[in-house]
């Protein structure tokens, strides 16, 4: 993107003092321009090699045998 930003980091104090950063929660609709950008052909066609309705397993991803646990977290 050509756009310059200028980062502020949001920091807050906890009871004993110490500083942490706060990540704040936002919506989709709050990011200025997110409506604009282009869109088209930048989706996944395939994934190791696989089209369609996509299960991977452990071994798709090279980690079978490793005692990792893969777990369904949704859709794409």
Do not use: W
Request: net charge negative; no cysteine; hydrophobic share 35%.
């Amino acid at each position: 993107m050509a756009h310059e930003v200028e980062i502020k980091k949001i920091m807050e104090t906890d009871e004993s003092g110490v500083q942490r950063q706060v990540f704040p929660e936002t919506h989709v609709s709050a990011v200025l321009g997110l409506d604009k950008i282009e869109t088209i052909g930048t989706g996944v066609t395939s994934i190791n090699g696989k089209t369609g309705d996509i299960t991977l397993t452990a071994k798709d991803l090279d980690v079978e045998g490793t005692g990792i646990t893969i777990e369904k977290v949704g859709t794409v």
